[in-house]
């Protein structure tokens, strides 16, 4: 040793070095318990992007979720109310007593199963019916017009039109059974389609979802580089930092999640609301007569629920990750 | 303790760096590693902190072949050596005393176990009254001595340090050498990266000295 070294004053001792004794856990100038800060900073630029970010993901996912169930619920709705009906035309013809006819008719239809309300529009009602394009005063006697009777159906499709067709054929002639099929078949394809692009539109918005998280979870997780690399130089596990980061990412996560899916749900609410008040008006009893009544069902409520932990989850994980790729390069 | 054969560095597929190191760190021992910019003192440094495997030759570390040792053992032969930074890697978000309990939380202790203990060393290298402050409002002196403290915090068998003296007036460069010969004589062994001679003629000993790749011992 040089005697510049030697002759500068030495430091106290190192305090409890590896020979002398194990300092005690509370000394005198031991300071109090104090509340360590988190190895990963709580919030930071990049870290209020990040969350901004997947609220507003989230929240775009959640709507189009909840549009995407109202559509499919409506679509089911005109299904399964243009299934539940049926109606029999009895054409006029020379000689023929409508009346009877109707009525027989009408007791063929109850014999049929599967059908639980037969409805015979009397002459009447008929009238009511063309009132719009023949005027009143319709005489049934001048005019050839067929009569309708209308059957509501069960559920359980016992219904067997074809049956029913060639009974009428056999015993009523001139009446003929319109189930519908044509207009059906188009609505429902049409239904579908929508529900098809809906769930389309859904597929994509979770896609943008997912790579809008990822990138911001990225850029977010590009601050804190240093952080990996000091922890990873003083001896910590690699499980221990990716845990470290995944914790934090999955509260940040989630705190835009939430935000995102509740104004989502509060969304939808505010939009019953509305709809709820504008009920007993001509104009909406005629959307809700074409379209039913707006309601997102309790399938779209559970969507935004997964919305938000699929996207918390993918958060986490993307950080995770990302602390793995840091420290492959690390080593 | 740390023993080189014959290694060799390269990076990518650039010249080697250094070449054919051959020595040994024994335990207990002090050393000083130097030489011109750029011949590759950082380079070997990072092969001893092992962030780093060479392209050729042995690395035994603690009486482990770098070469055959599994990643998941890496984590446990870090702590057994203390890693001061040149440019202090401090966190900035954390006290002081936060940063120099860094070592020992990561290791899973409680924090009431190494509180005393982290705080008698804070106030051994002068930081007793800014255990509180926040690296950013440190000066370059105080960083320095806290990144000291923190490479010694978990007893270290092995202490390397990169221009420790590098941003601090010769005053300081003294009395934070003074602060490494005392662990030294506590048991550690000490490898100090400087290019100031002024520093090295403070205290005899042995020098480890690269240039153009290459390593030429002075016991």
């Known amino acids: 040793m040089s005697a510049n070294a030697a002759a500068a004053p030495e430091p106290k001792g190192r305090p409890a070095s590896k020979t002398g004794p194990k300092p005690k856990t509370k000394t005198a100038n031991a300071p109090r318990a104090r509340r360590q800060g988190p190895i990963v900073p709580a919030s930071s630029v990049s870290g209020h992007t990040l969350v901004m970010v997947i609220a507003i993901m989230t929240y775009l996912a959640a709507l189009t979720a909840g549009a995407v169930d109202l559509v499919r619920a409506t679509a089911a709705g005109w299904e399964r109310d243009i299934v539940r009906e049926t109606t029999v035309q009895i054409r006029p013809a020379d000689g023929r007593d409508m009346n009877a006819a109707v009525a027989r008719v009408a007791e063929i239809a109850r014999a049929a199963p599967g059908v639980v309300e037969v409805r015979p529009y009397s002459e009447a009602e008929t009238a009511r019916l063309l009132e719009p394009w023949l005027g009143a005063g319709l005489s049934f006697s001048d005019l050839p017009i067929p009569r309708l009777v209308v059957l509501r159906l069960s559920d359980d499709g016992r219904f067997d039109p074809a049956a029913l067709k060639a009974a009428l054929e056999r015993e009523a002639p001139g009446a003929s059974l319109d189930d519908h099929r044509r207009f059906l078949d188009r609505l429902v394809a049409m239904a579908r389609t929508l529900v098809a692009l809906g769930l389309g539109v859904l597929a994509l918005v979770l896609a943008a979802t997912v790579l809008s998280v990822v990138f911001a979870t990225r850029g977010a997780m590009a601050g804190n580089r240093d952080i990996v690399q000091v922890l990873h130089f003083v001896g910590a596990k690699d499980g221990y930092i990716a845990g470290q980061f995944q914790r934090r990412f999955l509260r940040l996560g989630l705190k835009g999640g939430l935000a995102g899916g509740l104004a989502a749900i509060g969304t939808f609410l505010l939009a019953e609301l509305t709809a709820e008040q504008g009920v007993g008006s001509a104009a909406v009893d005629q959307m809700d007569a074409l379209f039913g009544r707006f309601q997102v069902g309790p399938t779209a409520y559970v969507g935004v629920v997964a919305i938000v932990v699929l996207i918390s989850v993918l958060t986490a994980v993307t950080s995770r990750v990302t602390v793995f790729r840091t420290l492959r390069a690390l080593d | ?219």
Do not use: C
């Open chain 2, 1 to 219: 303790m740390l023993r080189f054969e014959n290694v060799g560095l390269r990076y990518g597929p650039g010249p080697e760096v250094l070449r054919d190191l051959t020595f040994e760190i024994e335990s207990n021992s002090f050393q000083f590693l130097t030489g011109p910019s750029g011949a590759g003192k950082t380079s070997l440094l990072r092969l001893l902190f092992l962030a780093l495997k060479p392209t050729r030759g042995l690395v035994n570390i603690f009486g482990r072949d770098m070469a055959t040792l599994p990643k998941k053992d890496l984590p446990g032969l870090r702590r057994r050596i203390g890693v001061v930074f040149q440019d202090f890697r401090l966190l900035d978000h954390m006290t002081t005393y936060e940063n120099v309990a860094l070592p020992l939380r990561v290791a899973g202790r409680d924090e009431s176990s190494y509180r005393a203990e982290v705080v008698e060393l804070l106030g051994w290298v002068g930081l007793g009254e800014r255990l509180d402050a926040l690296p950013p409002v440190l000066s370059g002196g105080e960083k320095q001595r806290a990144a000291i403290a923190r490479a010694l915090v978990a007893r270290p068998e092995l202490l390397l340090a990169d221009e420790p003296t590098g941003n601090v007036d010769p005053q300081l460069a003294r009395r934070i050498l003074r602060l490494f010969v005392e662990l030294h004589k506590s048991g550690t062994s000490v490898v100090i990266a400087t290019h100031d001679i002024a520093l090295m003629d403070l205290y005899d000993a042995r020098r480890l000295v690269l240039h153009d790749g290459r390593l030429h011992i002075y016991e």
